[in-house]
Antibody, heavy 119, light 108 residues
Framework: QVQLQESGPGLVKPSGTLSVTCTVS?????????WSWVRQPPGKGLEWLGE???????NYSPSLKSRVTMSVDKSKNQLSLKLNSVTAADTAMYFC????????????WGQGILVTVSS | DIQMTQSPSSLSASVGDRVTLTCRAS??????LNWYQQKPGKAPKLLIY???NLQDGVPSRFSGSGSGTDFTLTISSLQPEDFATYFC??????????FGQGTKLEIK
């Protein structure tokens, strides 16, 4: 059974760097599929942030491209999201998700982690 | 970016009702449209992919249709567990996936 689990600091200071890790179990990051990050501000909709392939190739949302870095650590079966120069507008629930293999859309999601940007 | 617009933003309905939610794309996205259900405090759950394909384990009362710019999600007979927020997502633009703003389905 595939499971994704986000972890990281729940509080980040303005202008700092947000870091979230997604640990994947029941699947291998070497599988030929993309792994995405999605966020959701409290009470609002979903925003796709970008995706990373097991090779390290990435696609980032144009609106965040200058501030975001996504990577894969296959030895630990983990994904990493880093977002720098954060402001209160970056306060959100952050999810990792797997692009379905042979299935459109994201078929597995982590439970999410709430990251608050505040001093 | 391809903009996705869902309507209505909220909908009140009763158990047993048939409901239809709509999603419109700003460009032709062919059939690259997915639907998710999200309950409070939970991650989204994939219901339907590529317009009309039911994800494994999803009840058959859910169905999807459409193509191009106009898509619908239909629930044939609402069950208590269906009251949630529903999001559409386009995966046509593989460099920038976008979601609709959501439709909140509430109990009347």
């Amino acid at each position: 059974q595939v499971q994704l689990q986000e972890s990281g600091p729940g509080l980040v200071k303005p202008s700092g760097t947000l870091s979230v890790t997604c640990t994947v179990s029941g699947d291998s990051l070497s599988r030929s599929t993309w792994w995405s990050w999605v966020r959701q501000p409290p009470g609002k909709g979903l925003e796709w942030l970008g995706e990373v392939f097991h090779s390290g190739n990435t696609n980032y949302s144009p609106s965040l491209k200058s501030r975001v870095t996504m990577s894969v650590d296959k030895s630990k079966n983990q994904l990493s999201l880093k977002l720098n120069s954060v402001t209160a507008a970056d306060t959100a629930m952050y999810f990792c998700a797997r692009a379905g293999v042979g299935v459109g859309g994201f078929d597995y999601w982590g439970q999410g982690i709430l990251v608050t940007v505040s001093s | 970016d391809i903009q996705m617009t869902q309507s209505p933003s909220s909908l009140s309905a009763s158990v047993g009702d048939r409901v239809t939610l709509t999603c419109r794309a700003s460009l032709n996205i062919k059939k690259y449209l997915n639907w998710y259900q999200q309950k409070p405090g939970k991650a989204p759950k994939l219901l339907i992919y590529t317009t009309s394909n039911l994800q494994d384990g999803v009840p058959s009362r859910f169905s999807g249709s459409g193509s191009g710019t106009d898509f619908t999600l239909t629930i044939s007979s609402l069950q208590p567990e269906d009251f949630a927020t529903y999001f559409c997502q386009q995966t046509y633009d593989t460099l920038m996936y976008t979601f609709g703003q959501g439709t909140k389905l509430e109990i009347k």
